[in-house]
């Protein structure tokens, strides 16, 4: 697919990309690649292999700007990831990808976005933002099904939503990550050390930079948030804990003197005066009800229950 960048982004033939007139962006598979990159006049030899793209990154060179994206899908953060690479300079912009993704992303540029000042600096901006568009819904909706959790943690004390907190911190982790990459790529636009840009249209570059920022750092106050919660979950079972435990105490303690009666009384032995008594047994009961009344009052009335 070939584009120019008037008004909007205009699809074009491969004859009308190469006369000049407009600066161009052209998306081709990496066969496609392979055979026409001498046409783009780049003075690179640039081989893709999608295996060897792990990450975000731009490299200057002397002729041209490369670099390669790889971008992870927001529907699943932690899942495979969209790979692909791109060569400018300061005729146009040609991205090697074979996915498809890139090509979608252009169509929906085209069908979308309409420039007063068309410009390759502004395409790229458009591009990236159309990255990031929905990112900072996705970081919404991670929040308040934070606070969702930590409500139930605090009622129930259960560890239902521990797992997807754990799920949550992760997908966190991988878009800070793209997000350090994001940041380190609009950078290197903005150096503009080939002068492939113009000076005053850098400024786009910046505002990504700008924005990519405050997303990394929503991320990092997200991702202390989970650890919070993690934290906050083994205080709460801690305290559940204790107070079993002084439960269990205070029962043993009330019931201590309870025993000492039966082993006393269970001694049998043979001048007992109590094993006698007409009245022995209900006064044994009633000392032993009154020894379990007290023990609740003392204990209730220095808020050990």
């Known amino acids: 697919m070939y584009y120019l960048i008037k008004s909007s982004l205009t699809e074009c033939t491969e004859e009308e990309l190469h006369k000049g007139e407009y600066q ?3 998306v081709l598979t990496i066969e496609e690649w392979q055979k026409k990159q001498n046409s783009f006049d780049m003075g690179i030899e640039l081989e893709i292999n999608t295996n060897d793209i792990h990450n975000t990154k731009a490299e200057v060179n002397y002729d041209s700007l490369t670099g390669t994206f790889s971008v992870p899908s927001r529907r699943d953060i932690c899942g495979n990831d969209y790979q692909y690479a791109f060569a400018l300079d300061e005729k146009g912009m040609v991205f090697i990808d074979s996915t498809g993704v890139v090509e979608r992303m252009l169509k929906r540029i085209a069908r979308t976005k309409k420039w007063r000042v068309p410009c390759l600096e502004r395409f790229i901006y458009d591009f990236l933002e159309l990255i ?6 996705i970081l919404e909706k991670f929040e308040k099904e934070l606070d969702e ?3 139930d943690m605090l009622n129930t004390a259960t560890d239902t939503g521990l797992t997807r907190v754990n799920e949550i911190r992760s997908d966190l982790r991988e878009l800070r990550i793209h997000y350090e990459q994001l940041i380190d790529l609009g950078q290197e636009f903005s150096e503009n050390e080939n002068n492939f840009f ?3 249209n850098t400024r786009y570059f910046r505002l ?3 924005r990519v920022t ?3 750092d929503t991320a990092t106050s997200l991702r202390d948030y989970t650890m919070q919660l993690r934290d906050m979950y083994h205080t709460q079972i801690d305290v559940k804990q204790n107070r079993i435990m002084t439960l269990l105490t205070v029962v043993t303690t009330i019931f201590m003197p309870l025993t000492l009666i039966v082993g006393w ?3 049998n032995f043979r001048y007992m005066p109590e094993l006698e008594a007409k009245w022995g047994y209900p006064v044994v009961i009633i000392v032993s009800a009154l020894i379990i009344i007290g023990g609740l009052w003392f204990f209730k009335k220095k808020k050990w229950l």
């Open 24 to 26: 161009y962006v052209a």
């Open 132 to 137: 990031i568009n929905r990112d900072l819904q």
């Open 149 to 151: 959790i930590e409500d």
């Open 198 to 200: 113009k000076h005053e």
């Open 208 to 210: 990504f930079t700008d």
């Open 214 to 216: 405050r997303l990394f």
């Open 265 to 267: 009384y269970g001694m």
